[in-house]
C-alpha cells in the first residue's frame, strides 16, 4: 500500500512535467488551430539559451529571464512570422507536417552544438519533501505548482479579462471576431508569446529533472501530446489532468503490468479515449468541422 | 487530366534508365536505388491513403515492419519470398482496414495521433514478443529470393527483382487512381460531406484507402527484408513512419509521381548533401519547412501550377490574339 | 557567389594538396561508418571526434610510415540498413580499414562484408556473438560483454559475497545482450538474478522499479544503463532512501553519470574497461587534448575512436609497410605495448578472433569522483 501511495506520488511529480510541456500545446490549438509537433523540442531548446549564460556566470535568475525572452523572441514570434503564418492558410495538416520538421531541425542544430546531456542547475537544489511516506524533490513540487499556477493564470486570463475574452473569440470563429473590430492577428500573437515564455519556464524547471540533451524532446513532446488529448485538447486544464494521470498509470502499468510495455499502456489510454470520448477527459465537445 | 506526350516520352525514358542505368552502377548505386524502390512502394501506399483519400496516417512505418517481420520469417523457414509478400500483403491488409475504424470517427490530428500510437506501439511489439521476432537482436541471415531458378543474390539481380515488383505496382496505382475508386477518394479528400451526399459510402472507401495503403507498405517491408538481410525493431520505429511521411509531402501529396521523387530525395539526400558532413538532417527539414511555406502540396505541386499557369496565359494570350483578330476585322 | 569561389579555392587547394603528396607519401585512407543521427548519437559523435582527434595528431607528427591519414566520416543514422549501404560505397573507394560501426545490429550486417571484400574493420560494438562467427577481419576496441561480465560477476561475489543481484538494463540490443550474458555469469556463481528492471532509452521515472528493487530486497543492484538513465534510476533510490550496495559496467563510473547523480553515486563500484578518468598520463594527455579540440570531455566512445586509429599505425609500423592484405594476419595475437606505441594509451593483446584483452579498473565513487581500488590483469587468450 504504501508501495502503491509513493508510485502514485511519484508519478504526479513526473505527470507534473508532462502537463508543463502540454499546457502551450494546447494554448495554440485553441487560439490559432496550431499543433506544434516541436513542442517537445521547444521545451529542450531554451535550456541550451541559458546554459552557456549560467556556465558563463551570469546570475540564475538573469539567465533565466534572458532565456525566456530569447524564446519568447524566437519560439514565440519567430516561429509564428516565420513557419506558422504562412503555412496557416493551407491548413493544420501542413503545420503538422512542418512541426515535424522543425523538430528535426531543432534536434540536429543542438546535436551539432553538443551531443552530450548536461546538468542544469536546479531553482531549489538538494532538498526533498516527505509526503505520505514518499519523498518528492522541491523542485518536483516546484514543477507541479508553477503547472497549477500557469493554468489558473491561463484561466484566469482567458475567462476574465477583455484580452482572454477577445483571444476565445479569435479562438471560436476569427471571421466574426474581426468584423466585431478584435484585433485578431494580436490576438493569436499573443498566444504564441505566452508558449515561448511557457516553454522557456518549463525548460528551466524541468532540465534539472531530467538533464539538458539534444532528444529530450521526444519523450517530452510524445508524453506531452498523449496527456493533451487524453485531458483534453480544447481545455488548458485538461493538459493538467492528461499529465498527471499519464505520469501516474506510467508508474503503476510499469510497475503492475510489465515494464517491457510501460510506454505501451498510455498509447492504450491514448487510443481508447480518442475513439470514446474524443474531446477528451475534460474537454468540451468539439463541433465537428468538416 | 491527360498524359501529354511530354510525360509520356520522359516516364519511357526513366523507365529506360531504371533498366539500363544500374548494369554501370556499383553495388552500392544499386542497393541505394534498391532501397529506393522499397521506399517508394510504401510511400505510393501512404500516397493512397492521404493524397489521394485525405487520411492522415503516421503508421506507414509500422507496416514495412509488419512485412518486414512475416517474409523474414517465412523465408528463413524456407518459403518463397512472393508467398511471403502476398502473406504480408494481406496481413497488414487486414491491420489496415482495422486502423481505418478510428478514422471513421476522428479526423485530422487526432488520426495523426491514433496512427502514431499505433506505430509506437508496433515498435515495442517487435522488441518485446522475443519469442517470434528475435527481440532487440532482431532476425539475421534473411536469404534473398528466387526468380525462376535463378538466385538474386547478386546486387544487379535482387535490384531486377525488385523494380520488377515496383513495375506491378505502379501499374495496379495508376490503375486504381484512374479508376471509380481513385476518383471516389479525390472526393473524400476534397469534401466528405458532398462526396456522402453524392451516394458515396465514404465509410467503406476510407476503410479501403487505408488497407490498400497499408497492404502496400506491407510489400515495401517484405523486399526491404531481403535487401538488407536482416531486421531489427529500430528500422521500423516511429521515425520511419516520420519520414515516408515526408517523402509523401515533398514529392507532393495526391499526384501520381509524387511518391517516386520525395523517395529519392530522401534516398539520395544523404548523398548530395555529404559536402555539408553532419548537416544534411538539418538542411532537408529546412528544405522540407520552406516546401510548405512555398507549396504544401510539394514539387510536383509547383511544377503543377506552374505548368498551369503557363497554360493559362497561353490560353489567355491566344484569346487576347483572337479577339484582336476580331476587332480588326471588325474595323 | 563567394561561396562558390571560396569553394573553387578549395577544390583547387585540396587538387594541389593530393598532388604534393602524390610527389611525397600518398595517404592511407580509411572509412568510418558511425551512428552520427538517431539513436545512437551521442555514441557515434564521440567515435567520431576520437578518430579525428588522432588523425590529427598522428598526421601532426609525420604520419604512418610517412604517410598521412585520411578518413571519410559517413552517418548510418543508426540503422543496420543504411549501414549496409555504407559499407558497400565503403569498400567501392577501397579503402585500407574500415572503422566502426558502433551498434551491434550494423556490425553483424556490415561485418561479413568486409570479410568478403577482405578489408579489415575496427569496431566499437561490445555485443558478445559479434566476434564469435569466425570473422578474420573484424577487430574490437574495447571488451566484448563475454570478457566484461564474467569479471563483474567475479567482483560482486567476491566482494558483497552476495547471493542475489537485481539487473537494471536499457532495453534495446547493448542492455539486453549485457542482461543475459551476467545473468548467466552470476548464475555460474550460485548468485540468483531476483529482479530483471528494462528501461527505455530517456526513461524520466524510476519509481517503479525502485518499488520492485524494494521488493525484491536483493544483495547488490547491477546497473546497465546509459549514462542519463543510470543518473536517474541512483537519483531515485537516493531520494527514497534505499542503501544498496551498485555495481555497474563502464558508464556509470563515467564522471557525466557522477556530475548527473551527484550525490547518490556516492559509494558505487564499477567495472570500467576504458576511462578517461583513469590516473594513467597518457589518458590525462588524450583527455586534455580531446577537450581543448572538442570542448567536452570524451567518454569511453570517444577513446574508443581514438584507438581504432592508433591501432592502424601500430599494426602498420610493425609491418613496416602499408599491407592490407597481411594487416588482420599481423594483429592476429599482435600485443601493442603502450612504451613503445603511446598513442595505444594502454598494453593490449589482440586474440585470434579480433577479441582483445587488457588491464581493467575497479573503480569505487568517493567524493564525486571515481578512484581506482583494483587493476585487473588482462585475462589469458
Known amino acids: 500500500m504504501a508501495n502503491l501511495v509513493n508510485l ?10 508532462y502537463a508543463l510541456v502540454a499546457i502551450g500545446f494546447t494554448l495554440l490549438w485553441q487560439t490559432s488551430q496550431t499543433i506544434n509537433f516541436a513542442q517537445g523540442d521547444f521545451v529542450m531548446l531554451p535550456a541550451f539559451f541559458m546554459l552557456p549564460m549560467l556556465h558563463a556566470g551570469v546570475p540564475y535568475w538573469l539567465a533565466i529571464l534572458i532565456g525566456v525572452i530569447l524564446s519568447m523572441l524566437i519560439l514565440g514570434y519567430g516561429y509564428k512570422k516565420l513557419l506558422v503564418d504562412p503555412i496557416r492558410k493551407h491548413g493544420v495538416l501542413p503545420l503538422a507536417i512542418a512541426g515535424m520538421a522543425l523538430s ?12 552530450e546531456a548536461h546538468v542544469f542547475p536546479a531553482l531549489i537544489p538538494n532538498l526533498d519533501f516527505h509526503i505520505f511516506g514518499a519523498v518528492v524533490s522541491a523542485q518536483s513540487i516546484a514543477v507541479v505548482v508553477v503547472a497549477l499556477a500557469v493554468v489558473i493564470a491561463l484561466q484566469w486570463l482567458l475567462n476574465k479579462t477583455l484580452v482572454g475574452h477577445q483571444m476565445q473569440a479569435t479562438a471560436q470563429n476569427s471571421t466574426v471576431a474581426r468584423l466585431l473590430g478584435i484585433p485578431v492577428e494580436r490576438m493569436v500573437l499573443y498566444t504564441f508569446l505566452i508558449n515561448g515564455a511557457l516553454v522557456a519556464i518549463a525548460s528551466a524547471l524541468v532540465s534539472p529533472l531530467i538533464f539538458a540533451k ?4 521526444n519523450i517530452m513532446g510524445m508524453a506531452a501530446f498523449t496527456a493533451a488529448i487524453v485531458g483534453g485538447f480544447n481545455q488548458v486544464r485538461g493538459a493538467i489532468a492528461g499529465g498527471l494521470l499519464l505520469g501516474v498509470v506510467n508508474n503503476i502499468g510499469s510497475a503492475y503490468i510489465s515494464a517491457q510495455y510501460r510506454d505501451a499502456i498510455p498509447l492504450l489510454l491514448l487510443i481508447l479515449v480518442i475513439l470514446f470520448r474524443p474531446q477528451g477527459l475534460m474537454g468540451r465537445a468539439e463541433e465537428r468541422t468538416v | 487530366m491527360k498524359l501529354s506526350a511530354f510525360a509520356i516520352v520522359a516516364s ?12 554501370f552502377l556499383s553495388d552500392y548505386g544499386r542497393y541505394i536505388l534498391s532501397m529506393w524502390i522499397v521506399m517508394s512502394i510504401a510511400a505510393i501506399g501512404l500516397n493512397l ?4 483519400a485525405g487520411q492522415v496516417s503516421l503508421a506507414q512505418g509500422a507496416f514495412m515492419g509488419v512485412g518486414a517481420y512475416v517474409s523474414a520469417l517465412m523465408t528463413i523457414h524456407g518459403w518463397p519470398l512472393p508467398v511471403a509478400m502476398l502473406t504480408s500483403a494481406l496481413v497488414c491488409l487486414v491491420l489496415g482496414w482495422m486502423l481505418g475504424y478510428p478514422a471513421l470517427r476522428v479526423q485530422h490530428h487526432y488520426l495523426a495521433f491514433v496512427t502514431l500510437a499505433f506505430a509506437s506501439l508496433a515498435f515495442l511489439i517487435f522488441r518485446n514478443e522475443e519469442w517470434i521476432t528475435g527481440g532487440v537482436d532482431g532476425l539475421a541471415n534473411i536469404p534473398r529470393p528466387y526468380f525462376l531458378w535463378m538466385a538474386t543474390d547478386g546486387s544487379l539481380a535482387f535490384y531486377y527483382y525488385c523494380l520488377g515488383v515496383l513495375g506491378l505496382i505502379a501499374l495496379g496505382y495508376y490503375g486504381l487512381v484512374r479508376s471509380p475508386w481513385g ?6 479528400r476534397e469534401n466528405p460531406v458532398r462526396a456522402m451526399s453524392l451516394g458515396i459510402d465514404t465509410r467503406r472507401y476510407i476503410l479501403v484507402a487505408f488497407a490498400i495503403g497499408s497492404a502496400l507498405g506491407g510489400v515495401a517491408g517484405s523486399l526491404f527484408a531481403p535487401l538488407v538481410q536482416f531486421v531489427e525493431p529500430p528500422a521500423f520505429a516511429v521515425d520511419l513512419s516520420l519520414k515516408l511521411l515526408l517523402m509523401v509531402i515533398v514529392g507532393g501529396s495526391g499526384f501520381y509521381f509524387g511518391p517516386f521523387l520525395g523517395a529519392l530525395i530522401a534516398v539520395l539526400l544523404p548523398e548530395w548533401l555529404r559536402f555539408t558532413q553532419g548537416y544534411y538532417l538539418m538542411l532537408y527539414a529546412f528544405f522540407v519547412m520552406l516546401l510548405l511555406v512555398i507549396s504544401p502540396s510539394g514539387i510536383l505541386g509547383i511544377a503543377d501550377k506552374w505548368i498551369t499557369d503557363r497554360k493559362t496565359r497561353v490560353a489567355s494570350a491566344a484569346r487576347a490574339a483572337t479577339a484582336s483578330a476580331f476587332e480588326e476585322t471588325k474595323q | 557567389m563567394k561561396l562558390l569561389k571560396f569553394a573553387g579555392l578549395m577544390v583547387a587547394a585540396s587538387g594541389l594538396a593530393s598532388v604534393a603528396h602524390a610527389a611525397d607519401k600518398s595517404p592511407i585512407a580509411m572509412q568510418d561508418i558511425a551512428e552520427l543521427s538517431g539513436g545512437g548519437a551521442t555514441v557515434g559523435t564521440h567515435w567520431r571526434d576520437g578518430i579525428d582527434l588522432a588523425i590529427r595528431d598522428i598526421n601532426k607528427a609525420g604520419g604512418v610510415l610517412g604517410h598521412p591519414l ?3 566520416h559517413a552517418d548510418t543514422a543508426s540503422s543496420a540498413g543504411t549501414a549496409r549501404a555504407l559499407m558497400l560505397k565503403a569498400i567501392d573507394a577501397k579503402p585500407y580499414v574500415i572503422l566502426g560501426p558502433g551498434y551491434s545490429g550494423s556490425v553483424a550486417v556490415t561485418g561479413p562484408m568486409a570479410a568478403k571484400a577482405k ?21 574490437r576496441t574495447s571488451f566484448g560483454q563475454q570478457s566484461t561480465m564474467p569479471k563483474v560477476a567475479k567482483f560482486i561475489q567476491d566482494h558483497w559475497k552476495a547471493k542475489s543481484v537485481a539487473v537494471a538494463y536499457v532495453n534495446n540490443d547493448f542492455g539486453k545482450d549485457g542482461k543475459n550474458e551476467v545473468e548467466k555469469d552470476l548464475k555460474a556463481l550460485g548468485i540468483n538474478v531476483v529482479a530483471d528492471l528494462p528501461s527505455e532509452a530517456g526513461q524520466v521515472d524510476f519509481a517503479s522499479d525502485v518499488s520492485k528493487i524494494k521488493a525484491a530486497k536483493p544483495d547488490v543492484l547491477f546497473i546497465y544503463d546509459n549514462e542519463e538513465e543510470s543518473a536517474n534510476m541512483m537519483k531515485e533510490l537516493g531520494r527514497e532512501g534505499v542503501k544498496i550496495p551498485i555495481m555497474g559496467e563502464t558508464t556509470i563510473a563515467g564522471q557525466k553519470v557522477i556530475d548527473l547523480a551527484g550525490k547518490d553515486a556516492e559509494g558505487i563500484y564499477c567495472h570500467v574497461g576504458l576511462t578517461t578518468d583513469a590516473d594513467i598520463p597518457a589518458i590525462q594527455k588524450f583527455r586534455k587534448e580531446f577537450v581543448d579540440a572538442y570542448h567536452y570531455v570524451p567518454d569511453h566512445n570517444g577513446m574508443k575512436g581514438w584507438l581504432a586509429v592508433q591501432l592502424v599505425k601500430a599494426v602498420t609500423e610493425k609491418m613496416g609497410k602499408v599491407d592490407q592484405a597481411d594487416f588482420a594476419k599481423t594483429l592476429h595475437g599482435m600485443t601493442i605495448s603502450a612504451k613503445t606505441d603511446p598513442g595505444i594509451l594502454m598494453t593490449v593483446t589482440y586474440s585470434k578472433t579480433g577479441d582483445l584483452s587488457r588491464e581493467s579498473f575497479l573503480v569505487h565513487v568517493e567524493n564525486g569522483k571515481q578512484k581506482i581500488v583494483q587493476i585487473l590483469p588482462p585475462l589469458k587468450n
Do not use: C, H, W
Not at chain 1, 528535426?104 to 551539432?112: D, S, W, Y
Not at chain 2, 519511357?12 to 544500374?22: E, F, K, N, Q
Not at chain 2, 476518383?183 to 473524400?188: I, M, Q
Not at chain 3, 569496431?123 to 558478445?128: K, N
Open chain 1, 8 to 17: 502514485i506520488i511519484t508519478g504526479l511529480a513526473t505527470g507534473a512535467i
Open chain 2, 49 to 52: 491513403t492521404l493524397g489521394y
Open chain 2, 12 to 23: 519511357l525514358v526513366v523507365a529506360l534508365g531504371l533498366l539500363v542505368g544500374p548494369i
Open chain 1, 214 to 217: 539534444f532528444s529530450t524532446g
Open chain 3, 119 to 139: 578489408i579489415p574493420e575496427i569496431m566499437g560494438g561490445e555485443a558478445e556473438g559479434l566476434t564469435l562467427k569466425g570473422n578474420d577481419y573484424l577487430f
Open chain 3, 70 to 72: 585520411t578518413v571519410v
Open chain 1, 104 to 115: 528535426i531541425f531543432m534536434q540536429e542544430g543542438v546535436k551539432n552544438y553538443t551531443a
Open chain 2, 183 to 188: 476518383r471516389a477518394f479525390l472526393a473524400l
